[in-house]
Structures are given as structure tokens and as C-alpha cells.
């Protein structure tokens, strides 16, 4: 069993940057395809960044292209999403999430899934 716990959130302004950091506990974390998640009010929960257990292989959502970056430490049990150029549609309910898979051009969760509790992005305009 694996569990999550975000940090990092807060509010910013529109242009600037969060770090999110994800610390995994348990067994299997290295192991594991990890990701980000992000959930707006009145929407569904989508994937907005995901890594291979190895880092070989990322993905990203179109709309955070080129301004995220994900990664993660093995070594540290630790996943960390780097955002930076925060626009306002970025505000959100964050989640990490682990055991979850990858192709080519998607990722998402499924049953297996191991989630955090979430951290609040805010971003004013």
C-alpha cells in the first residue's frame, strides 16, 4: 500500500511560479507510474502531468505544455510538479497519484489507483 501526501500549493499571481511536492510512504512507490491530477470546481478530475516509474516516458496535458514540469526521486520517494507562467484557468484542487498508466499520447487512473489528499492552487488575475 502506498499513501500520498501533497505540499506546496497556495495563491499567486497570474506569470508566477509553485512547486508541488509529493511524498509517498509505504512500499512500491519506485516502482510505480506516477502523476498529477488537478480538479476545478464543477469539473472532472483530469491528468495534467504523468511519469513513467523509471522517467523515461512523461506526458502533458496541451493546455500546460511548456510551462509544467514533472519529476520525480526514487531514491526520496518524492514526485514534484514545477509550474511555472500560472495562468487563472490553473486554479484547482491538485492531486498525486500513483499505480496508474501511460501510453504514447494519455495517461490515466484506474482502480488500483493510489491517491493523495489534494493541495489548493490558487491564481489571480
Known amino acids: 500500500q502506498v499513501q500520498m501526501m501533497e505540499s506546496g500549493g497556495g495563491l499567486v499571481q497570474a506569470g508566477g511560479s509553485l512547486r508541488l511536492s509529493c511524498a509517498a510512504s509505504?512500499?512500491?512507490?519506485?516502482?510505480?507510474?506516477a502523476a498529477w491530477f488537478r480538479q476545478a470546481p464543477g469539473k472532472e478530475r483530469e491528468a495534467v502531468s504523468c511519469?513513467?516509474?523509471?522517467?523515461?516516458?512523461?506526458y502533458y496535458a496541451e493546455s500546460v505544455k511548456g510551462r509544467f514540469t514533472i519529476s520525480r526521486d526514487n531514491s526520496k520517494n518524492t514526485l514534484i510538479l514545477q509550474m511555472d507562467s500560472l495562468k487563472p484557468e490553473d486554479t484547482a484542487m491538485y492531486y498525486c497519484?500513483?499505480?496508474?498508466?501511460?501510453?504514447?499520447?494519455?495517461?490515466?487512473?484506474?482502480?488500483?489507483?493510489?491517491w493523495g489528499q489534494g493541495t489548493q492552487v490558487a491564481v489571480s488575475s
Open positions: 509505504g512500499s512500491g512507490f519506485p516502482a510505480l507510474n
Open positions: 511519469i513513467q516509474w523509471n522517467s523515461e516516458k512523461t
Open positions: 497519484a500513483a499505480d496508474l498508466w501511460i501510453r504514447d499520447f494519455s495517461c490515466g487512473h484506474n482502480s488500483r489507483t493510489h
